[in-house]
């Protein structure tokens, strides 16, 4: 069973031992049954026990409504929501829940759970190389797209999958469209508005991909979602943005709302090629301590599509994660002189995408000469008006908390936010990091959404899964008064 794609041949159906699959699956393989993670991650799966049943998701909603379970507002999940940017081999497995049977739940990532008459171990995928140069590095890359190409397209499979890109201005989605566009990848999906903070500058306020699709002859859908046309599919949204924020506002992917929505309503699923964790694997600039880790993540925002692509029936392809565990040879050949014809030198600086789209055929001046981005801060209530609404009630009633002061933190953790970036700006002091929530840090309404928007999903799907029941039970009444 598999909802994804693998560099492998589709009809052997061995996408638990492949080096690169995006999605997951479950194979049985002689005594063994594999639940098979994403090598990217940006997904990953959660198991429980209850009783003597071992529960295995792809989706905290669906683990959380089928067990009834549900998180603990008075925990900090901050460790459990960023401990991947440990690595690998050291992220934190455990993740709390409220359950009278179920101590925990356990997040898995890059491994894959294998279960036999002995017990339930996990087991990480290989993924080691050694890489030399950029034209190594390319040729493997572009045999595994190959590969991945081949396995979304065999005829074998029961549900056909569409195939699109996303497309910024930006160095990692470019690079991404380029070598997809090789693969025969014709429309892409971009956005006009960028997160940056500078929007009302016309040199920031776009990040608009346009010029590179025209370039290489791909249609274009704009996925830029209006307030207004914010659905209940926020929620999907909002239910990835595990934890505190501490220090820093979380991020979210709600900007391609309309994407997800295209590809639910027109295909009957889609593989969608993304260029998350570029901003690690492709950077120069990325530190030593970074370098040290097998693979890591380094901001919670890549698991924003995570549940919506569930419900939308999606795949995402985030193709720096290919290769990405020889991340120090990679950054060593993007240091390295036969590369510094593409590098610019500064603080966006990415050899290897540059050199990936300009060999392309991309002019220089049409992307990577700003970072910008489309993931947009939570800095305090849904997009949606009547999930605003909702969600300020539930606040009022279950913690006493008025939506003037919600607004007001709002308004004064924005101006001070704000005030950070111009004097970053003016000074370039030598730190970095700007705080998005100076003021009450203690209210931390990104929080109780998360906590909200999950309660809200996990009852519908324990609703659903009740009605089902109750239909299988009413089906099993009739076969055995026909016997």
């Not at 590969?147 to 990692?172: A, W």
């Not at 306020?205 to 046309?229: K, M, Q, R, V």
């Not at 590369?339 to 991309?362: C, F, H, Q, T, V």
């Amino acid at each position: 069973m598999i909802e994804g794609v693998w560099d492998g041949d589709f009809s052997k159906g061995e996408f638990h031992t492949a080096e690169n699959i995006f999605g997951s699956g479950i194979r049985v393989d002689g005594e063994k049954i594999y639940f098979v993670s994403s090598s990217a991650l940006v997904d990953h799966l959660f198991y429980c026990h209850n009783g003597e049943m071992f529960l295995v998701s792809n989706s905290l909603v669906v683990l959380l409504g089928y067990t009834g379970a549900f998180l603990d507002d008075t925990y900090d999940y901050y460790s459990e929501s960023t401990s991947i940017a440990k690595g690998v081999h050291d992220y934190t497995k455990e993740f709390r829940v409220i359950h009278p049977a179920i101590p925990c739940f356990y997040q898995v990532f890059y491994e894959n759970i294998v279960v036999t008459k002995d017990g339930i171990s996990c087991e990480l995928k290989k993924g080691l190389h050694e890489i030399t140069s950029f034209e190594h590095y390319y040729a493997l890359l572009w045999s595994i797209l190959s590969r991945i190409k081949n396995n979304y397209q065999d005829t074998e499979r029961t549900i056909p999958l569409s195939v699109f890109t996303t497309l910024s201005s930006g160095y990692d989605s470019t690079a991404v469209t380029c070598l997809v566009q090789r693969l025969g990848v014709d429309t892409c999906f971009t956005l006009k508005k960028s997160a940056s903070w500078m929007r009302w500058s016309a040199k920031y306020s776009t990040d608009d991909g346009t010029w590179t699709a025209h370039a290489l002859n791909l249609s274009i859908i704009y996925a830029d979602t209006p307030s207004s046309n914010i659905t209940d599919d926020e929620l999907f949204f909002i239910a990835t943005n595990y934890g505190k924020s501490k220090i820093s506002a979380v991020y979210n992917e709600i900007a391609y709302a309309s994407m997800a929505a295209h590809i639910e309503q027109h295909c009957s699923a889609a593989v969608v090629f993304t260029g998350y964790h570029g901003d690690k694997v492709w950077d120069i600039n990325t530190s030593e301590e970074f370098l040290g880790q097998d693979l890591a993540q380094s901001t919670g925002a890549n698991f924003g599509l995570s549940e919506i692509r569930l419900k939308s029936g999606f795949i995402n392809i985030a193709v720096p994660f290919i290769l990405a565990r020889n991340i120090r040879s990679l950054v060593a050949i993007s240091r390295s002189d036969e590369m510094k014809p593409w590098s610019l030198g500064n603080e966006y600086d990415r050899p290897i995408a540059r050199r990936i789209a300009e060999s392309s055929g991309i002019p220089r001046e049409a992307f990577g000469t700003q970072k910008k981005g489309v993931a947009r801060h939570y800095y305090r209530l849904p997009k949606s008006h009547a999930l605003r609404r909702a969600f300020l009630q539930y606040i009022k009633k279950q913690y006493n908390i008025d939506s003037w002061l919600v607004y007001s933190n709002h308004i004064m953790n924005q101006i001070m936010y704000f005030l950070q970036k111009v004097f970053y700006r003016i000074f370039r002091p030598t730190f970095k990091h700007r705080q998005t929530t100076l003021l009450w840090p203690n209210l931390d309404i990104g929080f109780l959404m998360w906590i909200w928007a999950t309660r809200l999903l996990g009852e519908e799907v324990n609703q659903a899964f009740r009605v089902y029941a109750k239909a299988v039970s009413k089906t099993k009444k009739i076969i055995c008064a026909g016997e």
